[in-house]
């Protein structure tokens, strides 16, 4: 026999043996680690980033506590950053940026900020960048620098970004930045309005300057700088531009230089190069204008109304007027007159209009003289008594809105005076009830005007007004019907007939009829006064990817439309709905920065409030609701809508008291009971959070103030549940929910609650409480029935109960045969069949469990389960194929230990012994209790069986001597009898089987080995 160790001795050892396994275990895992760290800095630097960011990711999961953890997740977000996920990197910059000690933390801050300038966060991006100078990281600087100034610059605060240029120059003058510094520099001088700065930095700048590109923005810089004070120099500088891109401009500063310069015919010549060059660019409609009038200035008066008529198509008043006067002067009076009278039928309105207005009045008199018409021209000079003076006193009241004096003033002028001199008044009458929406006695003074029309074209211009008394009165048939006549004609008042005609069609919600007056309305007038309109209506008829280029053509091609602000408003929603809330914040911004005031902007301002609360930018929310709050042209409704976006936003980012105030005076606006309540349900939400349950109780005090509708009462009553569990008060949650359910409360909304009261009472350990309620809750399709199901079954399964449990869990599957509880709702099923004894139920029931790719646990916890039943009916195939599943997909399982002896034995039953020996022994790897004796006899028995006794009876005596299990003792002493028995040891066999019978006379094994030592006793 061979020495018994001592047993402290032996422990020692098995620990020894352990810190080895430990040791080694470490090493291969570190070795491992290093190595995929290496392979993953190689994909970066190879620029293989897509296979980067996969082996990143995969070495995070891995080794999340490793040295080189932090280096890989920068080595990830730089993989991403390349591969333009900037989002993404940029969460895993700003982890690594909160390491103060991380060697590549200015890097890691300096995306963190250019991922926020992308987003448009203008305060993280300004946070990241001044991270990076206190970094100190030297070649860093300088571009932390550049990116904080042009920041400051988009921001306006020109003088900050001229003092961040300038540090920037003094620290860095050789840095690749310092140029697009000294760029900055130009361009502050320039918005602040200082043009002798402006030349001088420029031409500083162009001394140090290659870049074609940077030359010519700042030699066009330049010459805008010169051309008030030297016009000549200003002409030179615009003529050094070089670069294609600058081509425009470069004409366009000719032509003002030259103007300013007195040389009118070359100005034009200038102005029409360019516009022959681009006649759809963005100086063509300035250039159109400007050519005009360096025309006129030069007494080509002929070719001035030829550039200007082109130009009046932007339909400003100035442009109008001079038009107007190059008419006049072309011996083309009535013509001006018309286009005069156009401008004064819509008063040119703000800045300089009252101006314009003198000298369109005082050109209407020339024009008026010119045509021999000097009573008119009298009239239009000075105010007087006549009929025309009379008339035009009513068509100024009319421009200056006073429609009804408009009407009493055209009335006197009809009074007594000669038919062929009464058109004039009846047209103004007309005009001025049309003004005044008496659109039935605007029609009978049309039709009176319509009897001695002036000409064709005023006939036209009646007859529209005709159409419009009917599309403003609400006829809109005949409206369309009169629209219709009118739009055969070649005339303004067609063109617009037109453009009617389309627009009855879209509120009639006739899209066919729409699509083809567009349609019609493009083809004939392309570059018409309505063709945005049009337009429009073509791009909301196409659908799909040619809607949306439609639709981007048309801000294109009309940046200036009036539907403008509503397009862009209506993409912006489009956008906002489909999660793309950057390009909506972008759109929104526009429609504010345009439109102040107008309930357009309103819109945008809730818009852009929108899109920062889906991004979880708070303060850009809040900041975007305080612009809304100013905006005049907010309803009531968005104002009452944007108090509570308000206050959501408050609550988000935990500034409670704020959203408190949000909250009343969203209250003091009267938006109902019902609102008041869901944004108090909010804010309560965020004071739980905070640990505030006492204002949050108060809060629901002061809301159910005045409440009459006892629907309400009864949510009050649930809140204050909830908020009582919260408080761990179980008894006031009951007596909430009481009276929750006295007030009418839904069966559902007291059943959810009833199952949440459960969960505190089960957690409390009062499990009978928690079980009547989970019962209440089960019984009402609720939320939260399921659960409550569930939690049934399951505390009856941890009390024993297991008949109940299986009810309960019986139920839930056949109401939710594929909820998301089935799958462990069918584990502890096969858990309660295998605890009962009923193996081949329990296999049965945990074959059909089909757990989630995600749901480790539960996948790992049924293999396990279902391969012990297996074993237990001693299908060992089976529970050899469960077991090493197991081992394979979950290495790291709790219960791995047993998985692995049970494996052990399904391998030895089958005569698979060097696996089997393997699973025992890693057995031993993972246990040193009653699994390692298991695993240690079977060992033995494999031993046994190939015949290697001294191992068998090795593996046994360590059963015997090391462990304390009473049945493996017992086995492993009866065992290593036999060993010694087949070896010929008789005495010490009989030795074992003493011992057994003596120490262990409980174990199955004692009365075997009784029997065994009569035997050895009688030979």
Known sequence: MKPRLPLPFSRRLVALLCALLANVSAAHAQANADEQYRYLAGLVEKGMYELAAGEAQSFLRAFPKHEKAQLARYRLASALWELERHDEAAREYETVARLERFEYRAEALFRCGEAARERGDAARER???????????????????????????????????????????????????????????????????DA??????????????????????????????????????ALETFRSLRTKEQAEARARGEGFALAALGDHAAAAQAFEGLLQRAPEGRFASEAALQAGIERLRGGEAKAAVQRLAFAARDGKPETAYWLAQ??????EPKAALATLDTVLRAPPAGEGARELV?????????????????????????????????????????NQGDVEAAVELAQKALRGVPVERAQGARVVLAEALFAAKRFADAERALEAALKQPADAAEAARLNSRRAWCRYLGGDLEAARERFTQLAASRTGEGEEALSMLLRIAEEQGDSAAAAAAAQHYAEAYPRGRFADQAELALARAASGAAGRTRFDEWLKRYPQSPLRASVLLELAELESNAGAHEQAARRYTEVAERQPGTPEAARAAYGLAWCAWQRKDYPGCERALGALAQQKGADAALRAAGLELALWSQVARGALDEALASWRALGARDTGDARRLGCARRLVEGLRGAQRLAEAEALLDECQKGFTDKQLVAEVQLERAYLALERDDLSGAESALARAKKAGASDTAVAEASFHLGEARFAAGDTDAALALYSGAAAVEQPRAADALYRLGFTRFTRGELDQAERALTTLLERQPEGELAPEARFLLGECAFRAGRFELAATRLAAVRAPREADELRAKTLFRLGLAQGELGRWAECEAALSELARAFPRFANLAEGELWRGRALAAQGKARPARAAFERTLALDQGELAADARLGLGALAEQEGRLDDALSEYLKVALLYADEAAVGEALFAAGRVLEAQGAREQAAARYRELVQEHGGSPFAARAQARLRALETR
């Open 127 to 193: 946070a990241a960048f001044e991270g990076v100078l206190a970094a100190g990281q030297d070649y860093l600087v300088a571009p932390a620098q550049l990116a904080l100034a042009e920041a400051d610059f988009r921001a306006r605060r020109f003088e900050e970004a001229e003092r961040r240029y300038a540090v920037l120059l003094r620290e860095k003058p050789d840095s690749a930045e310092a140029p697009l510094a000294r760029r900055g520099l130009a361009w502050c001088a320039w918005e602040r309005g």
């Open 196 to 233: 002798t700065e402006t030349v001088a930095r420029t031409r500083a700048f162009l001394k140090q300057e290659d870049d074609p590109a940077r030359r010519d923005e700042l030699t066009l810089l330049l010459g805008e700088a010169q051309l008030a004070a030297d016009p000549k120099a």
């Open 326 to 331: 190059a008419q006049k002067q072309a011996g």
């Open 358 to 398: 003198s000298r369109i009045h005082v050109l209407r008199g020339d024009c008026l003289a010119a045509d021999g018409r000097a009573a008119e021209a009298q009239a239009a000079y000075e105010t007087s008594g006549s009929d025309q003076a009379l008339s035009a006193a009513a068509v100024a009241a009319l």
